[in-house]
């Protein structure tokens, strides 16, 4: 209901990994979970460490981007790097929503490090009941 699937993600990540932080032009991607819970769909993203005015949300159409920016921790001058093992840079991931989806109230919420979408399924797309009328005694369909 949500995305394409890509099976060169692992060789994309590995690539990143050996090729260093991504960039505005070049983004790494962001690891995420997409479900469904009651009359929403849900999507959470792992953002450790992006502060929230660093991430930025669009929708265009079908295609919703998330883009967030994970920048380096101020450090005092005398202060001397001995490890940096957690990824700097850019990171994005584009995904394409189904038309059943309401992207007219996408709901964002970034707590402890996850940034979490929920996206309402169309009024239009739930099921509903269709009566059936006998001879004169019809009926309109109605949702």
Avoid: C
């Avoid at 769909?41 to 265009?60: R, T």
């Avoid at 007219?104 to 009024?123: F, K, M, N, Q, S």
């Amino acid at each position: 209901m949500l995305m394409r699937t890509d099976p060169f993600r692992e060789f994309d990540r590995l690539a990143q990994q050996l090729m260093g932080p991504g960039t505005w032009s070049r983004p790494a991607a962001m690891a995420m979970d997409a479900y469904r819970e009651g009359d929403d769909y849900v999507v959470a993203f792992d953002l450790p460490g992006v502060s929230a005015d660093a991430i930025d949300i669009d929708v265009e159409r079908n295609m919703l981007t998330v883009k967030a920016e994970r920048r380096p921790v101020a450090k005092a001058d005398d202060v001397q790097m001995e490890l940096s093992e957690r990824p700097l840079g850019v990171f994005s991931r584009q995904i394409v929503l189904a038309d059943t989806l309401d992207t007219e109230h996408i709901r964002a919420d970034y707590d402890t490090g996850v940034l979490t979408l929920r996206i309402p399924i169309a009024e239009r797309a739930k099921p509903r009941k269709i009566s059936v009328g006998v001879g004169s005694d019809r009926k309109e369909i109605s949702g």
